[in-house]
């Protein structure tokens, strides 16, 4: 390759374009710590349905469309419970399941339940529905969330909540107050 020669005006106009220059005394760039980006924490994968219990409930009746819910774990206070009913629980959050398939329900469950433990959430509502324009004879959904929440590890007791809340087409539920100290 040969090289190409530039003439003394080309080199005087290039030269004053660059500017004044200094040879650099070490091949060491300096690390300048305002540009390195901020790191963040990978967000973890988390397994909404390991907080089910694999065992299946088989004492549970199925549920009319006007029948209502009621369950606790062992252990808790008669008069938690009655408070629970009676709505004295603040509550903390809101779940609207109408118009959901099974799965879909199972899903949308599954992740707000993790969100209120990870919030620290005590008492929830979740509204179901009654399951009257369900096609089998009993309301699928209604059925469904009364087996899930009894699986469930973080739920303590469940029950329909009142008139004014929904009736028998919700639930209030309440969440352990501290999962690690268990």
């Known amino acids: 390759m040969t090289k190409k020669s530039i003439n003394t005006e080309d080199s005087e106009l290039f030269r004053q374009t660059i ?26 994968i988390v397994d909404v349905e390991a907080r089910l219990t694999n065992t299946a409930p088989t004492d549970v009746e199925k549920l009319g469309h006007e029948d209502s819910l009621s369950f606790v774990t062992d252990g808790l206070q008669k008069n938690i419970f009655k408070k629970l009913r009676q709505g004295y629980f603040g509550l903390d959050a809101e779940l609207d399941l109408h118009g959901l398939t099974s799965h879909q329900a199972k899903q949308q469950l599954l992740h707000f339940l993790h969100d209120c433990v990870v919030q620290g959430y005590r008492c929830v509502h979740i509204v179901h529905g009654k399951g009257y324009r369900s096609n089998e004879d009993y309301p699928i959904l209604k059925n469904n969330i009364n087996v899930w929440l009894r ?8 029950c329909s909540a009142p008139q004014k809340e929904g009736g ?3 639930v209030f539920v309440l969440l352990y107050a501290n999962r690690s100290s268990r």
């Open 19 to 44: 500017g004044d220059i200094r040879p650099l005394h070490s091949e060491k760039v300096p690390f300048n710590q305002k540009d390195k980006p901020k790191p963040y924490p990978k967000r973890k």
């Open 151 to 158: 699986q469930h590890q973080d739920v303590q007791a469940f």
């Open 168 to 170: 028998a087409g919700a």
